[in-house]
């Protein structure tokens, strides 16, 4: 086992990684189900690994990853429930650092968690209101304020699910859990490349730096796996 997480494993998502940059570089085909298989893969490996609590935490993240991204990624809709399966991912990394802190809540990043929330939460709707007043923008066509309320939610949604990945991965690399950290990392620049991507900055970088960082993030936390073998501890 200890072979195939630290040669195996890592020797056939850099395969796949290599296979889906140039797909998206050339223009050959579609890369999505090879990007697809590379998660499936890092979620394999992470259950296979799943012999501790640390093991099942990373494992159990890595299921909902894979499935936000059967909506953000093979079927391309239903872009806010895969956006809050990853909320939930960084939830359960927010659990591991908890465990890795021997428990103990670090309330000012907690606080901060909750302020960030709040904050972008009151901006989005402040940032509405403002522009209906003064502009008298009404949005897209909708009927009531329900539907109103879900497009708010719609946007901050990714504000608070970001913000707690960056949180997380400043904890991380203040604990010193160097592979854990770097995965994190390797997200937070992944998620920069799809913001800059969606509004329409470099496309031609952003859109293969998108999966460029997104998988290398991904093995790094199946690495980062405790599962209970003397050989394989969490760095």
Known sequence: MAVYRRRLFPALAGALWVCFLTLDLTGLCDSRWVKFASICLCCLTALLGAKTTDGKLVAVALCFTVAADWFLLVLDKHYTLGVALF????GIYAYRLYLFRGKHIHFRCFTLRILLGLFSGVFLMGLYLFARAAFGWDGPPRTTIYQDLWSIFSEWLPLFYFSNLCINAAEAFALKKRTFAFGLFLFVCCDLCVGAYNLGL????????MWLFYLPSQVLIVLSQETGDTHEKAL
Do not use: D, H, R, S
Request: net charge neutral; proline share 17%.
């Open 202 to 209: 470099l496309p031609t970088l952003t859109f293969p730096g």
């Open 87 to 90: 909320l939930v991912v960084q």
